[in-house]
């Protein structure tokens, strides 16, 4: 059985007490909202990308524990990063939430995400924890403003 | 003294022991812990005479209804139209013709706003319904108004989720030709005093539908007392199983409505030019219906008016009013929805802790608890929150159930800080 402290990990509770890079970004050249209609999340992203690097991000939004800490460590972990890393940072992160639980994950390249793994045992959390990522990814690609994950 | 002894005798009562026994989902363990269930709100549980009437069904007397000269036909057919008429006697309505099947209380209302809203809603008139209905009390009548050119307006609803009075007397107008209105907020757990309401939109002319989806299970419904036009009921919030629902309306206004969607067994005649239509309430039941659903339907209300719903609902008064108590007394949590009379939910939210992280950390305690906006949006908005954790009970429910629920909430508390 899996246990509580899987889920809610002190890295997590933490990013979801005092959320990092938490607020409006001034002089943002890329934007997206996202939005979970089954739960009520909502997040915007913006970005300042320079020369195909992300040099500020920062996130304004509502939501519970898990999307609100992931939307957290997010930021911390593109910020400085060039896009195309990004994205593929968000393809690992991806694979690792939805590889079922009976099957081993490569969490190295993940750093302090790797804390993310435990949602895995939650079937229901994991739209939670992409849905910022999702939303990063549009704001990236320029795609339609608003992210749907339900 | 005498006077409470009288009352100690006479008072109704509930075996719990033994109406717990009747649910078999509710003897389960999960995550290690005995099953709470606290989510009725959204479905409840089914007693073991509603899965054997099921079971019963399909493997004695399945057939279709209203066709066969067969003795398989003769059975399905006896024990849906019995079905039908169980539920005549729930709702204390007159007579069978006016009880349409439909597959929830969403299909009845939807049913309601083409049949009837068509035919009868016009560019310049109003539709009034309440801040506090469910999304299927509200879209169907968008929808209506959309087509129509009429008006949708709104009742408000106080900080305490109690419809607005005055509001009330300034909305209702002779323009307003129909109110609909929730017996039972899913989101709040308002009682509304749907007497009263009917006898003032009648007042003004208007016809009332009332969605009494949170109110079959947990009180006496008498359709005839309450004087409106429209009540929907659906069948799996009342032990019965998905699938099924009511649309009760007063005969001469079903009568006067074109039929809902055409095909079989809503008909009299056809030719491949036209046709004409069956009599009530068949005109509104095209196509093969939920036979094994009815006739669980009617298990499950044979059911529950063998309890009485005088013993139900002083058992769950008792209950919920202890689980109000004690969640007033859990530092941080805030009550959405304190109504003048409460029926069986309990909606809150708690500082700092999204509800959703309150769902899951519950759970694992073995509670199952409802977290979201309820298909009630605008109710959420009224209260400026994203959503809410709602524990909603039934009979069944026990005072160890809200024992288990508070020491979930503290535990949720502890992890979250």
Request: proline fraction near 4%.
């Amino acid at each position: 059985m899996s246990d509580l402290t899987d889920l809610y990990q002190e890295l997590i509770l933490d990013h979801n007490r005092r959320p990092r890079n938490f607020g409006e970004l001034a002089d943002a050249d890329r934007c997206a909202h996202g939005h979970n209609p089954l739960c009520g999340d909502r997040w915007t992203v913006a970005l300042r990308v320079d020369d195909g690097v992300i040099t500020d991000v920062r996130f304004t939004g509502a939501g519970c524990a898990i999307s609100k800490a992931s939307a957290s460590l997010m930021t911390e972990a593109v910020r400085e990063r060039p896009v195309a890393d990004a994205l593929a940072l968000f393809d690992r992160f991806q694979t690792v939430l939805t590889t079922p639980i009976d099957r081993d994950v490569e969490t190295d390249t993940l750093g302090k995400l790797s804390v993310f793994a435990g949602v895995r045992e939650f079937p229901m959390r994991v739209k939670c924890a992409s849905l910022a990522w999702h939303t990063l990814k549009a704001a990236l690609l320029d795609e339609a403003s608003v992210v749907k994950t339900e | 003294m005498a006077g409470e002894q009288a009352a100690l005798v006479t008072a109704p009562t509930l075996d719990l022991a033994a109406v717990r026994a009747d649910f078999p989902a509710l003897a389960q363990q999960v995550h290690g812990r005995p099953l709470v269930y606290l989510d009725n709100g959204a479905t409840t549980q089914k007693p073991r005479a509603v899965i054997e009437a099921l079971v019963r069904y399909y493997e004695d007397d399945n057939a279709n209804v209203h066709r066969g000269v067969h003795v398989l036909s003769e059975r399905a057919t006896a024990a849906y139209e019995g079905a039908r008429d169980l539920v005549r006697q729930l709702l204390h309505a007159r007579a069978v013709s006016e009880i349409v099947f439909t597959r929830n209380a969403t299909e009845a209302i939807n049913l309601v706003a083409r049949a009837w809203g068509d035919a009868n809603v016009h560019a310049g008139d109003e539709v009034l319904i309440t801040a506090m209905e469910h999304h299927s009390n509200i879209v169907p009548w968008q929808q209506l108004c959309a087509r129509s050119g009429a008006t949708l307006r709104v009742v408000p609803i106080d900080d305490g989720g109690n419809l607005v009075d005055e509001a009330l007397d300034r909305l209702l107008t002779e323009r307003t030709k129909l109110f609909a209105v929730t017996h039972v907020s899913n989101a709040l757990g308002t009682v509304n005093p749907v007497a009263g309401l009917v006898a003032r939109a009648k007042a003004v002319g208007a016809h009332v539908l009332i969605d009494g989806s949170q109110a079959v299970g947990h009180m006496a419904v008498d359709v005839e007392a309450l004087g409106a036009d429209f009540y929907v009921i659906t069948g799996h919030k009342l032990f019965g199983p998905t699938g099924i629902g009511v649309l009760w309306g007063r005969e001469a206004v079903l009568d006067a409505m074109p039929p809902f969607m055409g095909g079989g067994d809503m008909i009299r005649t056809v030719t491949l030019e036209s046709s004409t239509w069956n009599d009530l309430p068949y005109k509104f039941e095209a196509g093969t219906p939920h036979i094994a659903g009815a006739i669980g339907l009617g298990a499950a209300i044979r059911y529950v008016r063998a309890i009485g719903f005088d013993a139900i609902q002083s058992h769950e008064a008792a209950i919920v009013g202890a689980a109000v108590e004690r969640l007033r007394g859990i530092a941080g949590l805030r009550l959405i929805g304190t109504p003048r009379v409460r029926g069986g939910l309990i909606s809150f939210v708690m500082d700092g802790v999204h509800p959703h992280d309150i769902g899951t950390i519950v759970d694992r305690e073995g509670v199952a608890i409802r977290t979201g906006h309820h298909c009630a949006q605008p109710v959420m908005d009224r209260y400026g929150i994203p959503a809410t954790a709602r524990a909603s009970f039934a009979f069944y429910n026990s005072a160890a159930d809200v024992d288990a629920l508070v020491g979930a909430l503290e535990r949720v508390r502890a992890i979250m800080g």
